[in-house]
């Protein structure tokens, strides 16, 4: 019979408080679980809509403006292709893909074109709309997704995946399908930019953007044939969209610091807003259940303690120690916060299992790092809430079973 | 001596002042005696058994035990001290309602020595020297009064104390009941040579006592052992 021996045989006695006492810590540590499962889905999928949108930062010139950046003006300011390699060599996390641009208003015939110079494989990469429009295969892939889904995009074609990523390297261009039609150019065929034949490789499908107007070719060659040297307009990036909420503007801002880094778009902004909501009502609800299960667990093991004053006193007088008494309830404490945590992991990642595909239309899969986190918050809950009555408890005195029922 | 008190009084504050339930006891216990204490209700004999058995302290005074001074201000010495000299029996049994007879002197055994199985087998041989060796794995609610005063005093010798403290321990048992406890207590002090002191109320078994303490207002009455320190000393 050791210390621990009494503390479960006094547990297994008083069920019926035990299951009350666990009661609150249970269903706290459920909500936590049930509100994490559902939010951490959400935000993959929501992430895996956002990537499908492309790129989602975009870094300018200081002195540039959005306007700049879509209308191509001649004079727009531009700054090294080398930021490229800053933001490559910083590892920073959350950058999935980068496409340098350069930019420029060109005529071709009587047609005013944007010509646009692009480093081909991260280009293609961060346009998954392309890929799903046919010419790079159909898989859209999220960066943000999780890392079973998270492989390359596949090509259907291998030859074209090549074509991609190779030949734009030399007077190769893709053909936006708006101009396409307005040049009358055709696939296979040639296109006379400033004095320089471009091989057609592609017509672009229509995407309905500023990208139907374009014609992109290998950002070296356009550089050449601008004259500009190793600049560039902008760099697209395509931020895992987590990341962005975590910061990730202001770490990119701190590599390039004289430039403009802004997010494309209202969905970024929005997302990262729902993602921290998400994250607050997370650390609310932790808040409360770290005073309620707290405070409940404190009153629980102080109720009991008041019960067991006569065996508290019986251990003192045989000899135990004030420290002895302590363990006994830092213990008692201690199992109930590890079957909280189990139990409230457990209700709270069934109910988001059954609530999310209900409520949320999404489905939602048990998380087991969560079961850690839930037994670790759990047990400190409820070792916070017995320290006073512990300490309590350690004033009884030794006589207190010779006072009478 | 076993023990030695001297001066020992014990002060408790109250709403219309101060009330001494020991006032300046001096007095010796020899080893191997069996003394009882007796006196009209609040004459401070409970208090005396609780400081003798270190489990109240006094407001002054000093105490030795086999010739070695006792700390009684320090809640920790005293808790050493219980577990290594003292046994207590107590008129409410004092036993935990959810372990067994076995479990109820195995959780004592635990304060000295953590092997369960040495632990088990010395708590099933104490059960078979009070006569219960059928009931070890009852618990206490399963046991009539004079078996859960059994399975206490069983737990009282769990240590092999020099001394065995009873508080009224056949205060709760029929006149049949209370002899056969009180023959356990003498048999204790006879055999085993364990130091007696009891406090009752009850005549009869006060005249097992082969020393016997009358208190009256936290005062000895008999004066053949209130004794001066230095005639303890000599």
Redesign the interface.
Known sequence: ???L??TL??L??RKSQLISGLLAITLGIGVIVGIRSISVESEKAVAVNLDNLGSNILVLPQAASIDNYYSADIDAPTFPESYVEKVVTSTLPGVDNMSPKLTRSVKIGNENIVLTGILPKSEIASKPIWQSGGLFGNQANASCAPKAGSQPAKYADKKLQRKGIDTLAGYDCFIGSSIAKKLNAKENGSLSIMNETFTVVRVLPETGTVDDDRVFANLHSVQALLGTGEQISAIEIMGCCNEISDGLLGKLRNILPDTRITTIGQIVSTQIETNRLMKKISIVFLIIILFVGGISIGNYIWANVNERH??I??????????RDIYFILVLKALIIGLIGGIAGYLLGTLSAIWLGPQFAGIEVSAIYSLLIISIIISVIIAILGSLIPAYLAGKI???S??Q?? | MLIEINNLTKTYQRHNGAINAIDDITLGISKGSFVTITGPSGSGKTTLLLILGGLLQPTRGRMTYNGTGVNLQNEEELAEFRSDHVGFVMQSFALVPYLTAMENIMIALNVKNRDKAENKKRAIELLQWVGLDDRTTHYPKELSAGQQQRVAIARALANNPDLLLADEPTGNLDPGLSAEILGILKEINQKHNTTVVMVTHSPVAADFGTKKIQLKNGRLQDHELNVNVEQLIN
């Open positions: 019979m050791t210390l021996d009494l045989k006094e297994w006695h006569k065996e006193g019986i251990l003192r007088m045989i000899g135990y120690q004030k005195e030794p006589f079973n010779m009478e029922d």
